[in-house]
């Protein structure tokens, strides 16, 4: 017992570092960087002790290895923190050999990118070396160095008596049959991987205390700060009007371009976006030996339009590039082919097929869903069973989902899988795949802790809370990401095993309706009604839903059956072709069925949520409970409406 110990590993910070990004290929390389870096970290540990020393994640199907990562290089998902067990004689020097490398890895693709910069800046045949130089001086590595937060925790086994650790944790509560039944020996060493984890979550709450201290330029001026980490001050010149000319001679036509990657006009980049920018072209592409070419992603203008796009006549973006060496997607909503000179000419070929696809399918949708999706409580299912093995066995489980069934789930609904850690997910997708994809996701997920950790067997099955936010494509990517991470606390405060949908208009509207995972089912029948088709162009209308969103404050006031009486009284007014797309099989009782949705709906809020009050609660408190429910169900209504027709009406 005592010559064994553990070894916790951190990285943070995690989501500023991904989320600092206004492109997709920023959000997913920041993601990627993540990802190898944390693979870095764990060499020192896997070239000794190989894949059975780690407990979390599972490596023996090693995601990042140069194989994984030629078969499936848009999908990393190795999650920032990684628990080993390993020798005690030999942990104290891992621990800082995995350190080490970290910042080995890191340091190395900052100063690749940073040589990459100069190179290129040269190149441009401008005047702004010297200035640039000095400003790197001064500023790339503090800022590179003073970024990430890297915490590495190492506890024996044996440096604490069991009735210490006991006394550390506090009372199991109920650990159930397997924990009665199991060894004393697997109880401890469950007891002692938990108390290596909590002595490591003591360490990450000590804030650390960031050493950056940045030079002023020779006349003592400091620059303004960078438009996507406003912690630190962007590169090149401090003066202002000098800073204006050089990052707007970066960004233009005959600016900065490494392998085709570029500065933005209008931003201004410290060291650390200017890595994650500039990391694939300057670092990864030799030292993985890949394409650059595979690691063109598409803007969210296109991630909005995929669905569309592959319709017949089918248009792809990635056969236009290969064809004219460029692509965007804000060409499908230019009115003219030379409309922004900023995203360049559409060629007149490119252009004529756009045009015949409006005719025939009408507009481009203009806008997309962010996806997030994270488990609920795993900390419990890892101590559901003492011993090294089940931790070891939920591991498998969730790597076989990241790495087997998340990429093809995300890329069968036309969507980019921006990254999967095993029971957390972020994808970007069309409005009327993502519902589909949260529900196949569920059930994915679902089914691979049913057949590995349950192994046919009762127990609790692990649930997933998922939130989505559907933006217009012009939207700052930052804030869809805030939001449907804001959507995904929500679906967790109000009871978790829910999905939390956010619509933000661009009219300035935004809804957010909470929905039970059994409850999509209906949800994307809702959506295929609401989608046109060849044999209704409009597709059912929502005035019947809009007409009761109107008179909500009259319907919460009214006794329950009455309330079901005016929703099959409007639902049954609506046109004939509405009421066939909503019932095909009874279009008569349209309103019947959708009283049913309803009441149905209200059924799985009891199981799951905690924030109605429950039916049977005194007679006000069911009242408000109808009420609200009605209110979330309409909304419901009207988020798969607008989801089905892409676009303010």
């Not at 204006?244 to 990657?261: D, M, P, T, Y």
């Not at 409580?377 to 790495?403: D, Y």
């Not at 005016?566 to 959708?594: F, H, N, W, Y």
Request: glycine share 8%; net charge positive.
């Amino acid at each position: 017992m005592g010559d064994r110990a553990f070894i916790v590993f951190s990285v943070g910070p995690v989501q500023s570092f991904i989320s600092a990004a206004r492109t997709l290929r920023d959000l997913w390389t920041g993601s990627f960087l993540l990802a190898w870096l944390t693979r870095q970290a764990m060499e020192p540990i896997y070239s000794k002790h190989g894949a059975a020393a780690f407990v979390e994640p599972d490596m023996s199907q090693d995601p990042m290895s140069p194989q994984s990562l030629r078969n499936a290089l848009r999908s990393p998902c190795l999650p920032n923190r990684f628990l080993a067990e390993v020798p005690a004689d030999e942990a104290k020097a891992l621990g800082e050999a995995c350190r080490n490398a970290f910042d080995k890895a890191w340091q190395s693709i900052a100063d690749t990118v940073c040589q990459a910069l100069q190179t290129g800046i040269a190149k441009t045949g401008s005047n702004w070396s010297a200035e640039w130089e000095n400003s790197v001086h001064r500023l790339w590595n503090v800022q590179v160095n003073s970024f990430f937060d890297v915490r590495v925790t190492v506890v024996p086994r044996g440096l604490i008596s069991p009735d210490a650790i006991r006394s550390l944790l506090g009372e199991r509560g109920v650990t159930g049959d397997a924990w009665a039944g199991a060894s004393e020996e697997d109880k401890l060493w469950t007891d002692q991987a938990e108390l290596a984890a909590r002595v490591h979550a003591t360490h990450k709450v000590i804030r650390k205390v960031t050493q950056y201290s940045p030079s002023p330029d020779p006349l003592g001026m400091y620059p303004g700060k960078c438009s996507l980490l406003g912690t630190y001050e962007y590169l090149g010149p401090a003066e202002l009007t000098r800073a204006a000319e050089f990052w707007q001679h970066l960004s233009s036509k005959n600016g900065l371009s490494i392998g085709g990657v570029r500065v933005r006009p209008g931003e201004r980049l410290c060291a650390v976006s200017l890595v994650k920018r500039f990391a694939w072209p300057a670092y990864f592409v030799d030292e993985l030996g890949l394409d650059l070419r595979k690691m063109r992603l598409d803007d969210v203008a296109t991630v909005a339009a995929a669905e569309w796009l592959s319709q017949e006549p089918a248009l792809s973006p990635q056969k236009v590039r290969e064809q004219h060496g460029v692509w965007s997607g804000e060409w499908l909503h230019w009115n003219r082919p030379e409309q922004d000179d900023e995203e360049g000419f559409c060629p007149p070929g490119v252009w004529e097929q756009i045009k015949k696809k409006r005719n025939r399918q009408g507009g481009a949708p203009t806008y997309y869903a962010v996806l997030m999706m994270d488990g609920d409580r795993m900390g419990k299912h890892l101590r559901a069973r003492p011993g090294r093995e089940h931790p070891r066995t939920i591991s498998k489980a969730l790597m076989t989902f990241a790495l087997n069934h998340a990429p093809k789930i995300v890329e069968d609904n036309h969507g980019v899988l921006v990254y999967c850690g095993g029971d957390d997910v972020l994808a970007l997708l069309p409005t009327t795949k993502v519902i589909s994809c949260a529900r196949e996701l569920n059930k994915a997920f679902r089914e691979v802790w049913a057949r590995e950790v349950l192994k046919g067997q009762p127990g609790d099955t692990a649930t997933l809370s998922a939130g989505i936010a559907v933006v217009h494509y012009k939207e700052d990517l930052r804030f869809a990401l805030e939001t449907a991470r804001q959507a995904e606390k929500h679906a967790k405060n109000n009871g978790r095993d829910l999905v939390a949908i956010t619509v933000c208009r661009r009219s300035g509207e935004h809804t957010v309706a909470l929905c039970p995972w059994p409850f999509l089912d209906i949800l994307q029948g809702w959506i295929s009604a609401f989608t046109p088709s060849q044999e209704s162009p409009a597709g059912a209308s929502d005035r019947w839903a809009r007409h009761l969103y109107r008179d909500l404050p009259v319907l919460k006031g009214l006794p329950v059956d009455a309330m079901k009486a005016e929703i099959r009284r409007q639902v049954d007014r609506a046109e004939e072709s509405t009421r066939k797309r909503l019932s095909p099989e009874a279009p008569k009782k349209a309103g019947a069925k959708i009283v049913e949705q309803l009441e149905l709906f209200g059924s799985l809020w009891d199981q799951r949520s905690r924030s109605l009050p429950k039916a049977g609660a005194t007679p006000g408190a069911s009242a408000g409970r109808n009420g609200q429910l009605l209110e979330n169900f309409l909304t419901l209504c009207q988020t798969a409406s607008f989801l089905a027709r892409r676009r303010d009406e």
